[in-house]
């Protein structure tokens, strides 16, 4: 199965929580269905990322990178790769990368999408259609700055950095999926 397959095949299978997430989702499959290259970063319109919302152990702190060319705070993730064969290998893939903590668990399923206008490595404006799976740490990891970030930092859930997206959506439906 191709990335392109399995994105469409994650979506298809996956149950929004609400209105608004399910018109994203219709979204995303049309984008999916009218581009074969929708998961490519060079799709000059749009392309799908994976991202991930890293969890501690004990489900009350969330790993955030301060992102060098975005000046903000946000959840691990980022572009699918050619290696890539899965939307939630890229997420986990990313988080890992990102993050440095060996043994995270990634869920079957996503648990937000987010699109967003973005001048990425392409150098032209286009728009991420984020997939954003929910991912826990294990007891007492620590994460490790990579050079794809300025700064990395666990943050309680209810006192994320003032210089941050609203994550709140996301964090919403992270602590619905563990309930």
């Known amino acids: 199965m191709t990335l392109h397959a399995d994105a469409v ?7 929004p929580a609400d209105r608004e ?42 790993l955030l990178t301060l992102h060098p ?31 440095g903590i060996r043994g995270l668990r990634i869920e079957q399923q996503p648990i937000h999408l987010d699109v967003h ?14 997939v954003r799976f929910l991912v826990r740490a294990p007891v007492g990891a620590r994460p490790v ?9 666990w943050w309680p859930l209810d006192s994320l950095p003032g210089n941050v997206d609203d994550l709140t959506p996301m964090i919403d439906a992270a602590l619905a999926r563990l309930r």
């Open 21 to 62: 997430q399910e018109a994203l989702k219709q979204a995303y499959l049309g984008f999916l269905g009218a581009r074969e290259d929708a998961c490519a970063r060079s799709c000059e319109p749009g392309h799908l990322t994976a991202s991930a919302l890293v969890l501690d152990a004990t489900g009350e702190r969330t």
């Open 9 to 15: 095949s994650t979506l298809t299978a996956w149950t």
């Open 145 to 153: 700055r990579s050079a794809e970030s300025v700064d990395l930092q």
């Open 69 to 99: 060319r975005v000046g903000r705070w946000l959840q691990l993730g980022g572009h699918c790769e050619p290696a890539d064969e899965t939307l939630r290998e890229a997420a986990l893939r990313e988080a890992t990368e990102e993050s």
């Open 117 to 130: 206008p973005i001048t990425c490595s392409l150098g032209i404006p286009t728009r991420h259609f984020d």
